[in-house]
């Protein structure tokens, strides 16, 4: 359909083509698939508290002669419910990342009771023990807090608090919302919100942004044994340490530090598993890892230094591992991704993490601590325009070839009709003239 073209368009063209067709198949070769079926690591179930209502609807706190007094029953019920509750179960629960305002609580106490809430603030009293427990050995421990903004809250707890915290200190207190409690000692209080919880955390002074690692801290992390209660084997709720806290807070403080092209220029952590292997690679050390998203599971962080809310354990398939799983941590509640999503996580290695599969085999990976969960981008868009350029610039000279080519036969069938009709005319004029010269010479005597 094209007119014919000089050899070396004809080359050009198909090149681009040819070219083009060359850099979709890299670009879908870019992304690391995971082609096996991932050794699936043993899923921990988190069992989330069952509550009895026939014995909370026993709780009253309409009127103050009410919320003066202890309803038992339901003080008793919660304070069994709440002793299994760890991070884990407290996300479950749908603990909130921020503190509820207290106004907020009791402007709609009906809708908030019996959610699993916590708060921190200046421990203002300290009591117990004291006897009630529903569970044999424990014993019932209270305390009140003040918070920053001047209200106040009241918490039960069952286990006894560290001697780290005092009357003065910092604290914080999660549990259930049981009721609202008015109270006239040690101090007089009005509609405070009572929590029902297991313990009562110590709180810490928050610490500034951490830009710079403490390499001494981290070197003190030793994840060398395979006993299963050692570290290794510890998920991140059961390894809340001051050399998580620091990692996890670099992490998050220094995101914007390194751009994405100077993070691209870290190998990705399937070449440096002969050094981990050998020990030779520090920790806190940057590694890219390339994989699908397999699983993942957000769990509220308890009281920490590093002012983090909530950790999101994922695990990812890297195919340049053999497909194994790696557990990546975050500092935060990562926003919602789809399962198999591709991935490429930028973060630093914290430790050794080793688990056991359902196949019953002992794996162990690298664990990472990273600020975020990035999606692969390809960052293609600038090649992308200059690949549009180009096909855009060949298109046009092939349109330019093609309106050239019309033109061109346009021309010259023009001077064929025109030949052909100059070839005609004097074809009549030599008929005329000869027919012409016959006349005549038939008329000569």
Same mark, same amino acid.
């Given at each position: 359909?094209?007119?014919?073209? $000089?050899?070396w368009? /004809?080359?050009?063209?198909a090149g ?5 067709m ?10 690391e698939?995971?082609e #096996?079926t991932?050794?699936?690591?043993v ?9 009895d ?7 009253r706190d309409?009127t103050r002669s ?6 038992k029953? =339901? ?11 760890g991070?884990s179960?407290?996300?479950?629960l ?7 305002p207290?106004a907020e609580?009791?402007a ?6 019996y959610?699993w809430?916590w708060?921190e603030?200046?421990v203002v009293?300290l009591?117990?023990p004291?006897d009630?427990? $529903?569970?044999?050995?424990?014993k019932?421990?209270e305390?009140?807090? %003040? ?5 106040h809250?009241?918490?039960a @707890?069952?286990?006894? =608090?560290?001697?780290t ?6 604290a914080r207190?999660?549990?259930y ?6 109270l ?11 929590l #029902?919880?297991?313990?009562?955390q ?5 610490w500034?942004?951490v !830009?710079?690692?403490d ?5 003190r992390?030793?994840d060398?044994?395979?006993w299963? /209660?050692d570290?290794? @084997?510890?998920t991140?709720?059961?390894d809340?340490? %001051?050399a ?5 807070? @670099?992490?998050?403080?220094?995101r914007?530090r390194?751009?994405?092209a100077?993070w691209?220029k ?6 440096f ?10 920790r806190g ?6 994989g !699908?998203?397999?699983?993942r ?6 009281a920490n ?6 950790w999101t ?8 591992f ?7 941590w975050? $500092?935060?509640q990562?926003?919602e991704?789809?399962l ?13 993490f ?7 085999r ?10 975020d969960?990035?999606? @692969? ?6 090649t ?14 092939m ?5 050239w ?6 021309r ?8 052909m009709?100059?070839r /005609?005319?004097k074809?009549? %004029?030599?008929? /005329?003239?000869?027919?012409?010269t !016959?006349t005549a ?5």
């Amino acid at each position: 359909m094209l007119p014919r073209m $000089p050899k070396w368009v /004809r080359y050009a063209v198909a090149g681009s083509i040819v070219a083009c067709m060359a850099y979709a198949f890299v670009l879908l070769n870019a992304i690391e698939h995971g082609e #096996v079926t991932p050794d699936i690591a043993v899923e921990r179930i988190v069992p989330v508290p069952e509550l009895d209502e026939r014995i909370l609807a026993e709780t009253r706190d309409a009127t103050r002669s009410e919320r003066l007094l202890l309803d038992k029953e =339901p003080l008793r019920h919660l304070l069994a419910k709440a002793i299994d509750v760890g991070p884990s179960v407290a996300a479950a629960l749908g603990i909130p990342a921020e503190m509820v305002p207290v106004a907020e609580l009791r402007a709609d106490i009906d809708d908030w009771r019996y959610r699993w809430l916590w708060y921190e603030g200046r421990v203002v009293n300290l009591s117990g023990p004291r006897d009630g427990h $529903p569970i044999a050995n424990y014993k019932i421990y209270e305390a009140i807090l %003040e918070l920053a903004d001047g209200e106040h809250v009241l918490t039960a @707890f069952s286990i006894e =608090p560290d001697r780290t915290i005092e009357v003065g200190g910092w604290a914080r207190a999660e549990g259930y919302l049981y009721k609202l409690r008015d109270l006239t000692y040690p101090i007089e209080l009005q509609s405070a919100p009572m929590l #029902v919880g297991r313990c009562l955390q110590r709180d810490y002074e928050d610490w500034p942004p951490v !830009t710079e690692l403490d390499q001494e801290l981290l070197d003190r992390v030793d994840d060398s044994s395979w006993w299963p /209660r050692d570290l290794p @084997f510890r998920t991140v709720d059961e390894d809340q340490s %001051e050399a998580l806290w620091h990692l996890g807070a @670099f992490a998050r403080d220094t995101r914007d530090r390194m751009s994405l092209a100077e993070w691209r220029k870290v190998p990705p952590i399937p070449e440096f598993y002969e050094q981990l292997k050998a020990n030779e690679v520090r920790r806190g050390e940057p590694m890219r890892v390339f994989g !699908t998203l397999i699983r993942r599971q957000t769990i509220a962080a308890g009281a920490n230094p590093a002012n983090i809310k909530f950790w999101t354990a994922v695990w990812v398939q890297v195919s340049g591992f053999g497909g194994m799983l790696m557990p990546i941590w975050v $500092p935060k509640q990562v926003r919602e991704l789809p399962l198999r999503a591709q991935l490429e996580v930028r973060g630093y290695y914290y430790r050794w993490f080793r688990y056991d599969t359902q196949q019953n085999r002992r794996i162990q990976v690298p664990l990472l601590v990273a600020a975020d969960l990035d999606l @692969f981008d390809l960052a293609t868009g600038e090649t992308m325009r200059e690949i549009g350029i180009w096909i855009g610039g060949v298109a046009l000279l092939m349109l330019v070839l093609i309106f050239w080519g019309q033109r061109q036969a346009q021309r010259s069938a023009l001077a064929h009709s025109r030949m052909m009709d100059e070839r /005609r005319r004097k074809r009549r %004029e030599r008929a /005329r003239a000869n027919a012409t010269t !016959t006349t005549a010479e038939a008329e000569r005597p």
